[in-house]
């Protein structure tokens, strides 16, 4: 499965970003092949309106099968929770801290927005 | 930190007015003027600008007339009044919502769509403290976008500074550019005054807060105009779980300090100033108990 | 004659005075509430009979057989309210702005529009002032359809008061762009002067006629008079601060109900218009 990061780096000794739509990048790793790509958001984070809508069908085009990031507010969520992707709110830590805890079942995952629309704008 | 935002609905309540004062009272704050159409705050804070930056939001049609025959396809496409409505066709700023679609269909190819230039917003340092303000271009509008970067901008700044407030002077309205400023929040103020239509408007704020499941407080200003009303505001208001956290009686001595540029908590002796303080007490009690 | 009351500032008077100025008028007058975030005029009206004509926008429909999932919608969409998605495209009404673009493009002629509710506007007749008041929906964030909704109810053959939304962005610039002459409601406070200049701005860009009511006139300094002659912008009347004017208006009062001589003073402000609006002409 692909799971995506929100981050403002490209590695995985970078943060997860607390934004989702406003987000720099999007760090994918695929569990299977342990394969790691960056995807840049900078079209989608500049938008003046709907930046999460655009960010999460980038991600469902993807087809990446999680993700992880800060806050997910709801229209993003919407569009991920009808495509079947999960989503794992977390905190700052790293992107490969947060694999792992993904991978042992450590983070759970969310069934609602975690905040309300607008709130990592710009 | 904490994060609250005063708005009004209804202008001329006072609100800068306050705000102003509330940041003079809260000790190491930053500010945030979200209220980017009537930018008042530093007329009473006096900034000085550090950084200056300039921003766009969105974009605008503009016609090539070397390529354009006045063909009017892009007048009838339009539905925001972007396109005068005789020939010459020429773009109107003023109508122009950059939906794209001139440009699209126009069948000469004679549209584009270029940035929109919107102004520039400033880091300052201010009486009170830091300080994120903008000044807009004419007809530029505030946006829901434009509100969201000065809270962000200001967040960044109290935790560099690591202050324990951060006070947003919130546009006016219920629209796009309050519903970014109030998300997110701590807290809501509510600046009101005792009138049907301070009353009105303030139903429609705390109709508003409740869609998004957010916490509010109303103050009554000037509410010595009218106490019947303020009574009845106040009652309005607590059946729909808002408490009122102050009472500022009317009192000239704002405007006689809004003439020397300063906020009227600098004058103890006026009777607006001391309510303002046992309001911010108030406000800071309950911001504080976890 | 299409006269707007607008104030860069908010609470200079703006809705009382223009509800004073329909009162004035003695004739038959169209009073149009555009500020439709916050509408106001109807309060210092007696509730009566009204009329209530529901205010739609269309947003786009997908219909879900024809919709290849193509994506062309999505990426033409200036305001991101179209997701396509690989299965199905999802619309976000909030974000529309009705433009139309999305249905003439797409290319499988699989998007109709259908007509989604934004809020609503009220009639009432008061002798011989028809109201016609804008109310956008709570949670709506685009007035400017509503407000072209409201103006669409002008008649030409009868005296248009507009009550303006306040600041200077788009609500304003779509209710004052093809007014005949535009009042600027300030007061005389250093707020009130900044938020005047940006407003006179405004109103200059968009070539309309400009002229300047002082209200609370005896609250601050001599700073707006100082500007309006410079700027050779008239002032068509002042207004001192009186309590009995505040306290009738918290009531729901009007300003003829506190002051009625002021009446003769309205009527000359509602000339001088009439006046620059020929002078404009010309």
């Not at chain 2, 796009?176 to 005792?194: F, K, M, Q, R, Y």
């Not at chain 3, 407000?147 to 209710?175: E, F, M, N």
């Not at chain 3, 938020?195 to 300047?212: F, G, K, S």
């Amino acid at each position: 499965m692909k799971i995506a990061f929100s981050t403002n780096g490209t590695n995985r000794e970078d943060l997860v970003d607390s934004r989702f739509g406003r987000a720099e990048r999007f760090v994918i790793i695929d569990s299977i092949s342990d394969e790691l790509q960056v995807v840049d958001n900078i079209q989608n984070r500049q938008s003046s309106q709907g930046a999460g809508i655009q960010s999460a069908t980038t991600l469902i085009n993807q087809g990446v099968g999680a993700v992880v990031t800060g806050q997910c507010g709801p229209k993003a969520f919407t569009l991920l929770e009808r495509s079947g992707i999960r989503v794992y709110p977390c905190p700052a830590i790293t992107i490969a801290e947060a694999f792992r805890q993904v991978q042992q079942n450590k983070l759970s995952a969310t069934t609602s927005a975690t905040v309300e629309g607008h709130w990592g704008e710009v | 930190m904490k994060e609250l935002i005063v708005i009004s609905g209804k202008g001329g309540t006072g609100k800068t007015s306050l705000t102003a004062c509330l940041a003079t009272l809260a000790e190491q704050c930053v500010i945030a003027d979200c209220d980017v159409d009537a930018a008042n705050l530093h007329l009473l804070l006096s900034p000085r600008v550090h950084h200056r930056t300039p921003f766009v939001s969105g974009e605008m049609a503009v016609i090539d007339e070397t390529r354009c025959n006045q063909c009017g396809h892009c007048q009838q496409l339009c539905r925001f009044e972007g396109i005068s409505p005789t020939p010459p066709y020429t773009i109107l700023p003023s109508g122009c919502e950059g939906c794209r679609v001139c440009a699209h269909f126009c069948p000469q190819q004679a549209i584009s769509m270029v940035p929109r230039q919107c102004g520039e917003w400033y880091r300052s340092v201010s009486s009170a403290g830091p300080m994120i303000h903008a000044r807009i271009n004419v007809g530029a509008e505030n946006s829901g976008k434009l509100v969201s970067l000065f809270r962000q901008q200001a967040r960044q700044l109290a935790e560099e500074q690591q202050s324990p407030w951060l006070l947003v002077d919130g546009p006016p309205g219920l629209g796009c550019p309050v519903i970014a400023s109030v998300t997110g929040a701590d807290a809501v103020l509510i600046v009101t005054e005792p009138t049907l239509a301070g009353q009105h408007d303030m139903v429609r704020i705390i109709d508003l807060l409740e869609h998004f499941s957010m916490t509010g407080y109303i103050c009554i200003n000037r509410w010595d105009i009218n106490p019947e009303m303020t009574r009845t505001i106040r009652q309005i208001a607590e059946q729909r779980g808002v408490s009122c956290v102050g009472l500022i009686p009317f009192d000239r001595q704002v405007v006689s300090a809004q003439l020397k540029a300063r906020p009227v908590i600098d004058q103890p002796d006026s009777i607006a100033a001391m309510a303002i303080k046992d309001l911010w007490d108030n406000v800071h009690a309950i911001l504080s108990t976890p | 004659m299409k006269l707007a009351i607008a104030s860069g500032k908010g609470g200079t008077g703006k809705t009382t005075l223009t509800v004073a100025l329909a009162q004035a008028a003695q004739a038959p007058v169209q009073l149009l509430d555009c500020d439709v975030e916050e509408p106001n005029s109807h309060l210092f009206f007696t509730k009566g009979d009204s009329k209530r004509d529901v205010v739609t926008v269309a947003v786009p429909h997908i219909d879900p057989q024809r919709c290849t999932h193509c994506g062309l919608c999505g990426d033409f969409c200036a305001y991101n309210a179209l997701a396509c998605l690989p299965t199905e495209t999802i619309l976000f009404e909030g974000l529309c702005h009705s433009c139309g673009g999305c249905m003439r493009l797409c290319p499988h002629q699989a998007i109709s529009e259908r007509q989604q509710r934004i809020g609503y506007i009220d009639q009432w007749r008061h002798g011989q002032i028809d109201l016609f008041s804008g109310v956008l929906d709570v949670g709506q964030a685009m007035s400017p359809p509503l407000i072209r909704a409201v103006k669409r109810h002008q008649q030409a053959d009868k005296l248009i008061l507009l009550d303006c939304p306040p600041g200077t962005s788009c609500p304003l610039t779509t209710t004052i762009h093809d007014a005949d002459v535009v009042i600027l409601v300030t007061e005389p406070t250093p707020f009130g002067l900044h938020d005047l200049q940006i407003a006179v701005e405004t109103v200059r860009q968009l070539n309309r006629p400009v002229a300047v009511i002082i209200n609370r006139s005896d609250l601050g300094d001599q700073s707006i008079h100082d500007y309006c002659r410079s700027k050779k912008i008239p002032i068509l009347l002042q207004i001192p601060f009186e309590k009995r004017i505040a306290v009738a208006y918290s009531r729901g009062d009007g300003l003829l109900d506190a002051l009625p001589g002021l009446q003769p003073q309205l009527a000359l402000v509602l000339n001088q218009a009439r006046k620059l609006y020929r002078e404009n002409l010309t």
